[in-house]
Nanobody, 123 residues
Framework: QVQLVESGGGLVQAGGSLRLSCAAS????????MGWYRQVLGKQRELVAA???????NYADSVKGRFTISRANAKNTVYLQMNSLKAEDTAVYFC?????????????????WGQGTQVTVSS
């Protein structure tokens, strides 16, 4: 089994910064893409940023220039540095990993989600 554990959320004033971390552990053979999504109550979950195993990144237009995604492959960890936070960034942030896990001699490509971490930006 695979677990994704997020940390780093909290309450911050507008203009401030937060850094989210997400560590994947368990029966992992390899990790392809990793990403961060966010969801506001009553709205669909949306992509914030994603990064491939090779380091290519993709950002939502609303966070370009303010957020930076990075990963430490040796630690199976992805980070999201969030600067110049705005009230509209308030949401639950979820980590996602597209990976190959294993059970005995069986390997499977699956997508896993973290439990979510609350980010609240006060204006």
């Amino acid at each position: 089994q695979v677990q994704l554990v997020e940390s780093g959320g909290g309450l911050v004033q507008a203009g401030g910064s937060l850094r989210l971390s997400c560590a994947a552990s368990g029966s992992i053979f390899s990790i392809n893409g990793m990403g961060w999504y966010r969801q506001v109550l009553g709205k669909q979950r949306e992509l914030v940023a994603a990064i491939t195993s090779g380091g290519s990144t993709n950002y939502a237009d609303s966070v370009k220039g303010r957020f930076t995604i990075s990963r430490a492959n040796a630690k199976n960890t992805v980070y999201l540095q969030m600067n110049s936070l705005k009230a509209e960034d308030t949401a639950v942030y979820f980590c996602n990993a597209d990976l190959i896990d294993y059970s005995g001699s069986y390997y499977s490509n699956r997508s896993y989600w973290g439990q979510g971490t609350q980010v609240t930006v006060s204006s």
